[in-house]
């Protein structure tokens, strides 16, 4: 599978979080995801930062968007490799 034009794909993916838009967010997953995150581990705190699926996924963005109604990015960089693709964000108005 091609590597996407990061540049585009970094707009869309920060257009999409800060319209607070999870289904958006979600097209860019397969449906058996694995995301890990120490803030996975704080919003529910029985996933111990793992998330499995692409259900739960919605299920913990959308618990944890409820106590972030501000949450906002900005793209820092965007990094293109062969077959990756990486995107430094800056997160404002969010208390974590």
């Not at 990094?79 to 969010?94: H, K, N």
């Amino acid at each position: 599978m091609p590597t996407p034009d990061a540049k585009t794909y970094a707009e869309q993916w920060v257009h999409a979080w800060n319209a607070h838009d999870i289904e958006a967010v979600l097209d860019h997953f397969h449906d058996d995801v694995l995301f890990t995150s120490p803030v996975a581990a704080r919003v529910l705190p029985e996933t111990g930062g793992v998330v499995r699926g692409k259900d739960a996924l919605r299920h913990y963005w959308t618990t944890a968007l409820k106590s972030l109604p501000d949450l906002h990015f900005e793209i820092v960089a965007v990094y293109r490799g062969e077959s990756t693709l990486v995107s430094t964000t800056a997160t404002i108005a969010a208390n974590w």
